[in-house]
RNA sequence: GCGCCCGUAGCUCAGCUGGAUAGAGCGCUGCCCUCCGGAGGCAGAAGUCGGGGGUUCGAAUCCCUCCGGGCGCGCCA
């Protein structure tokens, strides 16, 4: 509706005498105010000084020039210069028949041509469960990626398993050391392991395979030429010479399959806890096959030959400062190791090889500094910065009331994905999460989110669905059948104020989808549902849908259906359920 | 110290590309079904958009500066 209004101003503006130059494409934006009509816009004030004439009489002239339509009902010059449009009844039904008839595609658009985007989010270490604050990573990246695909993007969901390096030696040893424990040969815990209970549950599981292969047990003075451990000593030279120590003891094979038990499991574990929080994906990318490949080492000679590396302490540089970035970046370390900063580059070349013309990132607040040293990083290989875009999600903090819930792992308050979803319901999880900017700091109030009243959004809007539902089981239980037909035939009918606000309402689904999408912001999806719930709420309150005069009953419930429509579309993409009773 | 994010009603937050009289929810005050689900609706009170300066027809929005809060600045991942 919104693009009709634009070409029909468009039209106008090309006609425009006096205009050097391309014409300016015109804007048009909702009207704040219901009085100024639906639509308005201020080409008219933008055009007042290069055409160097006063806005009222540039929108006198653009207003005689705007082409007629059936969906305009007037078009107004108001203040300073604004040109107001309102839309035509006409209009107004047409638009109604298309969201019944588009049904769940309705608010989907051809926008993003098909463009290519990947979609990277979560990505969460697998040295241990999800926590609150990847549910919000994964609510959040689940509804841009919705948002996408729902605009006409060719969307890749994409988790990046971070299984090389150093963490994944800190696990095998942290895993090994609890299988110990299980075999009676208590070793000293190493400060900087992994301590989560998650790893008892997983040695216990492991521990008779292990045993069997000869893995276990060790003698208990194992590890006793390490160097101490924090407080007094280094915590980590101490956990290198454990892990040195263990990987000869056990050799390369079966370090690593203690460590791919330890991986495998908690990968399982984060994949179940993902899908069952109604986040999918389409690939979940091994940081490891990277290195294997030889993508990496391939990454870092195209960063040598572009010429932008300098060798200084034994350890290879990229010169980022070249590319804007602050400081530059080692890629090789003095003992011959990569950073993970050569995977990321290698990463995101990779994915640009993949054929992604765009690169989402979704990336914790504390992660802002890497935007430019990757960014720099594409520009010395040839690829263009800016395919990377980057949001960041801020941290949750958890409230229980008015208290601040402690997200420490010693306090033993919860701190899981899973127990926050165990509580409150995956319903609730995934609305609160996308409902604040994801760079706003989240305050998540457990409390609210778990009440059942109309204090909470979810509720609040999952009602207004399922009343229309019951509605219309109200009117199947008396034998009222909804005739289609005549409904669409008789929407002149819906004349009320409520009805009208309500169309209204429905109207601008398709645009908040669109914006929603361009901005990556999921939460003007909430509001607008929200609002739309309120409509419907005050409609329902106001007026009887079943009425005696079937034209009219068949409208209304044509109207009430086609809320119905968006408000299952609208949960849809933010993953939220539309239930039919609650 | 440098960089990023944030500061809007008592609380939690929206506010689109700069646009018309700054909006919701909660809380507070008072109302509303003999009815299709009261998990609802209606009305009211409540604001120096952190302070100051600038840009312009117009600033919560852009720029500068100050104040306050969060995060980041490894040859960690």
């Known amino acids: 509706m919104k693009h009709q209004i634009e070409t029909l101003l468009a039209t106008a503006v090309a006609e425009l005498p006096g205009l050097e130059g391309p014409a300016p494409t015109p804007v048009i934006e909702r009207a704040r105010d219901a009085q100024h009509g639906d639509y308005a816009s201020n080409i008219a004030m933008q ?26 009902a007037g078009v107004e010059i108001a203040g300073p210069g604004f040109i107001n449009f309102r839309l035509s009844p006409d209009a107004f039904h047409q638009e109604l028949v298309r ?43 689940a509804c841009v990626a919705n948002l996408l695909a729902a605009t006409g993007h060719e969307v ?9 390096g150093r963490q994944m030696d800190i696990l095998a040893l942290s895993l090994w050391l609890r299988m110990q424990d299980l075999r009676g040969t208590g070793l000293a815990f190493p400060s900087g392991g992994y301590r989560g209970d998650y790893l008892v549950e997983i040695a216990r599981g492991a521990v008779g395979d292990a045993h069997t292969r000869g893995l276990l047990p060790m003698p208990s003075d194992w590890g006793a030429g390490a160097p101490p451990d924090a407080p007094d000593g280094d915590a980590d030279a101490h956990l290198d010479a454990l892990i040195e120590n263990l990987r000869e003891r056990l050799g390369i094979e079966g370090f690593r399959e203690v460590l791919g038990i330890g991986l495998q499991s908690i990968l399982d574990d984060i994949r179940q806890d993902l899908g069952e929080f109604g986040v999918a994906y389409d690939n979940f990318f091994s940081e490891r096959s990277l290195v294997e490949s030889g993508a990496v080492a391939e990454a870092l000679e195209r960063v040598k030959a572009s010429g932008h590396t300098y060798i200084e302490g034994g350890a290879t540089w990229f010169r980022a400062t070249d590319f804007g970035d602050e400081k530059d970046r080692v890629v090789v370390r003095d003992n011959g190791s990569t950073t993970y900063f050569a995977s990321d580059i290698a990463y995101h070349l990779q994915k ?50 008015k208290d601040k819930v402690q997200m420490s792992t010693r306090s033993g308050q919860f ?153 299952r579309n609208g949960l849809g993409l933010l993953g939220v359920s539309a239930p039919a009773s609650m």
């Open 47 to 72: 055009l007042a000084k290069p055409l160097r004439r006063k806005p009222r009489e540039i929108a006198e002239d653009l207003i005689t020039r705007i082409p007629d339509s059936p969906v305009l």
């Open 99 to 141: 969201v019944i008839d588009d049904g769940q595609a309705y608010g989907c658009s051809d926008l993003g041509q098909g463009e290519r985007v990947l979609v990277e989010f979560v990505s969460a270490n697998p040295t241990g469960p999800l926590h609150v604050g990847h549910g919000r990573h994964a609510a959040y990246g």
């Open 156 to 164: 890749q969901r994409e988790y990046y398993v971070n299984d090389a």
């Open 352 to 401: 640009r090889g993949r054929g992604y013309a765009r690169l989402v990132d979704i990336l914790g607040a504390d992660h802002h500094g890497y935007i430019a040293r990757v960014r720099a990083g594409l520009a010395a290989t040839g690829e263009p910065p800016e395919c990377l875009e980057v949001d960041l999600v801020q941290f949750v903090v958890l409230y229980r009331g």
């Open 415 to 567: 701190i899981t994905l899973r127990e926050l979803r165990e509580e409150v319901g995956d319903d609730a999880a995934r609305l609160f999460f996308v409902s604040r900017s994801n760079e706003q700091h989240l305050d998540f109030d457990l409390e609210l989110a778990k009440s059942r009243t109309n204090e909470n959004p979810v509720y609040y809007i999952q009602y207004a669905h399922a009343r229309i539902c019951s509605v219309m089981s109200a009117a199947d239980n008396q034998g009222i059948q909804w005739n289609e037909a005549r409904g669409k035939q008789s929407l002149s009918r819906l004349t009320e104020s409520h009805e009208l606000k309500l169309m209204q309402a429905l109207v601008r689904y398709p645009e908040m989808v669109e914006l929603a999408a361009r901005q990556r912001a999921p939460q003007h999806i909430v509001h607008y549902l929200r609002d739309l719930a309120n409509d419907l709420h005050a409609y329902y309150n106001a007026h009887r849908f079943i009425v005696e005069d079937e034209a009219l009953r068949d409208a209304r419930l044509c109207l009430i259906l086609a809320t119905r429509q968006v408000l």
